[in-house]
C-alpha cells in the first residue's frame, strides 16, 4: 500500500499499487488467477486447516512442495521427498515459523530449467529464452495476469518479475516478484 499512499499525495512512484502488488504477496492470490485464466502453473491445493493438509498429503505423489502463503523472506518454500518430510513442514508453517499462516500452498513438483523474465522493456539475455518461448511466455502467462489486474479495476504498474520453470520448451510460473531481486538488479541495471 505505499504506493498508493505515495500516489495519493501526490508523489510519483514506480511500482504496483496495493491489489496488484499481492501477486507477490500471496501465493494463493496468483495461484487463484492461473486457476481462473488459464495459466500454466504447476497442480495446486491451498488449505487453511493442517488436518486437511496432511490427509491430502497422504495420497500425494512425491516429491511435493509445500509454500508458507504470505511473505517469508524466500525461505517459505519447502520440497519435500516423503510423507514425513511433508508433514514437518506443514506443522513449521502452520505453527508459525514464518508468522501468522491462514493458508498453506501445496503444490507438484516441476522438474526443468528455472528462469526470470522481467516486464519492462529491457532484458539481460537468458541461454533459454528464444522468439517461441518469449511469445508463449507473453501470451500463456503476462497478459492474462495483466487482464486479470484490469478486471480488478486496476493497472499493473512497476517491474513485474515472473519466476518460471521451462520444460520441454513450455513455460509453467512458479511465482511472481513485484520488484527486481538482488542477482537480476546485477545484470540488468548496466544495461539500462
Same mark, same amino acid.
Given at each position: 500500500?505505499?504506493? *498508493?499512499?505515495?500516489?495519493?499525495?501526490?508523489?510519483?512512484?514506480?511500482?504496483?499499487?496495493?491489489?496488484?502488488?499481492?501477486?507477490?504477496?500471496?501465493?494463493?492470490? #496468483?495461484?487463484?488467477?492461473?486457476?481462473?485464466?488459464?495459466?500454466?502453473?504447476?497442480?495446486?491445493?491451498?488449505?487453511?486447516?493442517?488436518?486437511?493438509?496432511?490427509?491430502?498429503?497422504?495420497?500425494?505423489?512425491?516429491?511435493?512442495?509445500?509454500?508458507? &502463503?504470505?511473505?517469508? $523472506?524466500?525461505?517459505?518454500?519447502?520440497?519435500?521427498?516423503? @510423507?514425513?518430510? $511433508? #508433514?514437518?513442514?506443514?506443522?513449521?508453517?502452520? &505453527?508459525?515459523?514464518?508468522?501468522? $499462516?491462514?493458508?498453506?500452498?501445496?503444490?507438484?513438483? @516441476?522438474?526443468?530449467?528455472?528462469? +526470470?523474465?522481467?516486464?519492462?522493456? $529491457?532484458?539481460?539475455?537468458?541461454?533459454?529464452? +528464444?522468439?517461441?518461448?518469449? %511469445?508463449?511466455?507473453? *501470451?500463456?502467462?503476462?497478459?492474462? #495476469? @495483466? %487482464?486479470?489486474?484490469?478486471?480488478?479495476?486496476?493497472?499493473? %504498474?512497476?517491474?513485474?518479475?515472473?519466476?518460471?520453470?521451462? +520444460? &520441454?520448451?513450455?513455460?509453467?510460473?512458479?511465482?511472481?516478484?513485484?520488484?527486481?531481486? *538482488?542477482?537480476?538488479?546485477?545484470?540488468?541495471?548496466?544495461?539500462?
Amino acid at each position: 500500500g505505499i504506493v *498508493d499512499f505515495l500516489e495519493n499525495n501526490g508523489i510519483k512512484v514506480f511500482g504496483p499499487r496495493k491489489i496488484p502488488s499481492q501477486l507477490e504477496g500471496s501465493k494463493t492470490f #496468483t495461484k487463484n488467477i492461473c486457476k481462473k485464466y488459464n495459466i500454466p502453473t504447476a497442480k495446486f491445493g491451498i488449505f487453511e486447516k493442517k488436518e486437511n493438509t496432511i490427509n491430502f498429503l497422504k495420497n500425494s505423489k512425491f516429491p511435493i512442495v509445500i509454500k508458507a &502463503d504470505g511473505l517469508a $523472506a524466500g525461505k517459505g518454500v519447502y520440497i519435500s521427498e516423503n @510423507l514425513s518430510e $511433508a #508433514t514437518e513442514a506443514v506443522n513449521e508453517v502452520f &505453527d508459525g515459523k514464518f508468522g501468522i $499462516a491462514k493458508k498453506i500452498l501445496v503444490e507438484e513438483f @516441476l522438474n526443468g530449467e528455472e528462469m +526470470s523474465f522481467f516486464v519492462i522493456g $529491457a532484458y539481460s539475455q537468458s541461454r533459454l529464452i +528464444s522468439k517461441t518461448l518469449e %511469445k508463449k511466455i507473453i *501470451d500463456k502467462i503476462i497478459s492474462p #495476469t @495483466l %487482464k486479470a489486474i484490469g478486471e480488478m479495476g486496476e493497472k499493473y %504498474k512497476g517491474f513485474l518479475y515472473a519466476g518460471l520453470m521451462i +520444460s &520441454d520448451n513450455e513455460p509453467f510460473l512458479i511465482e511472481y516478484n513485484v520488484r527486481m531481486g *538482488d542477482p537480476e538488479c546485477q545484470t540488468i541495471l548496466p544495461l539500462l
